[in-house]
């Protein structure tokens, strides 16, 4: 990284037994002014890895994504402020690019790709990625209280930061099926939580659609039988939602399926 000086900004990560992933993230923002690590309870060297790195490592009970990512926020003292998770790392040129826009001040937050990595291998570069703001000013930006797939509100410029944050989460099937077990229950809490009604024509018809859309619109078709995995893991990610957002809604009562055609 040639850069001269600390990057001007705060780096914060959630944590819990992530022994596996930790130190590559750290490697990738030891040239950022402060790291903060929040852990949730960890029993593996997650606490001993942060520690080689940073002495701003708080243990802090589980409240949710959306608020212990606001709370370690809350630990930074930089005005910017980098979340990253523990699977991830970030490339020299975001680094590069977060240190221009800091310096210049010429917005008041960043969106930022992420590269997946599925099976052991990044995906085609031709893949559609998601982006999403990763970097902001702390008065700018605040996480709403979701309980699942947080995402920061800014209040201001939000610009295209160059780079990208590489994503090591998915490493093989049984991580990805696990994750998307567990995301699903909580996004599903929250379909019910809001008013949302299960539907009939949704569950028969979201498979086909969401692998379509992962497998050809985001063409994932470019990474041959891996792309077809995920795709499919996609779809029925997607499906799992409505099914226990049905299952929510109709326990211990009887249901006329008619009703939930929406």
């Known amino acids: 990284m040639s850069l001269t000086g600390k990057i001007k900004a ?18 990738s923002v030891k040239e950022f002014d402060e790291i903060v690590v929040v852990d949730s309870g960890s029993t593996d060297r997650t606490l001993e890895i942060a520690r080689e790195y940073t002495a701003q490592v708080v243990q802090h009970d589980w409240p949710g994504y959306a608020r212990q990512k606001e709370y370690a926020k809350g630990l930074c003292r930089n005005e ?16 590069s690019s977060i240190h221009s826009a800091i310096e210049k001040n010429s917005a008041d937050a960043l969106k930022i ?23 902001f000013k702390k008065s700018k930006g605040r996480y709403l209280n979701s309980l699942v797939h947080e995402g920061v509100t800014v209040e201001g410029r939000i610009a295209e930061a160059r780079g990208f944050i590489n994503h090591y989460g998915e490493a093989s099937v049984a991580i990805k099926v696990a994750k998307n077990n567990q995301y699903s229950t909580l996004r599903a809490e929250e379909y019910f939580q809001t008013g949302r009604r299960p539907s009939l024509l949704k569950l028969i018809l979201i498979i086909p659609f969401v692998f379509a859309k992962s497998f050809f619109l985001r063409r994932n078709c470019l990474n ?20 226990k957002l049905y299952e929510k809604y109709t326990k211990n009562r009887a249901t006329d399926w008619i009703c939930f055609i929406e």
Request: charged letters at 25%.
């Open 113 to 135: 790709g992420i590269l997946e990595n599925f099976q052991g291998m990044r995906v085609h570069p031709l893949t559609k990625h998601n982006a999403k703001v990763r970097c």
């Open 80 to 95: 910017w402020v980098l979340n990253l998770d523990a699977d991830e790392e970030i490339d020299s040129e975001l680094a």
């Open 10 to 27: 705060s780096v914060f990560i959630i944590t819990r037994d992530e022994e596996n992933n930790l130190r590559r993230a750290l490697e």
């Open 224 to 243: 041959g039988t891996r792309g077809f995995i995920q795709s499919t893991i996609n779809a029925f990610y997607a499906f799992l939602k409505e099914a």
